[in-house]
């Protein structure tokens, strides 16, 4: 079992499927994703998404699924690398 999950990024994602919406109706948008209106509804106010959901959103949207998780050693890793970079 791993010591340190990968943690999803749900307001990521509810952000990145409003901003892909755009100004189109959650009707219009469902015909085009194969989601329902109210599914993307439940997504952008953050209330439900399933696996299937988040997969066809994402493709959807042509972005990966990876983006929206996030795991704290690697966030770690990150920090410790950017200080090690930094002038001084």
Do not use: I, K
Not at 59 to 79: G, H, I, R, T, V
């Amino acid at each position: 079992m791993p010591t340190d999950p990968f943690t999803f990024n749900g307001p990521l994602f509810a952000a990145r499927v409003r901003a892909a919406r755009g100004e189109r109706t959650l009707r219009e948008v469902g015909r085009h994703s194969g989601v329902s209106a109210a599914t993307h509804q439940r997504v952008e106010t953050q209330r439900s998404c399933d696996l299937a959901t988040f997969l066809a959103l994402c493709a959807w949207m042509d972005a990966n699924p990876y983006e929206f998780f996030q795991s704290a050693a690697l966030s770690e890793a990150a920090l410790l690398l950017l200080r090690s970079a930094a002038p001084g």
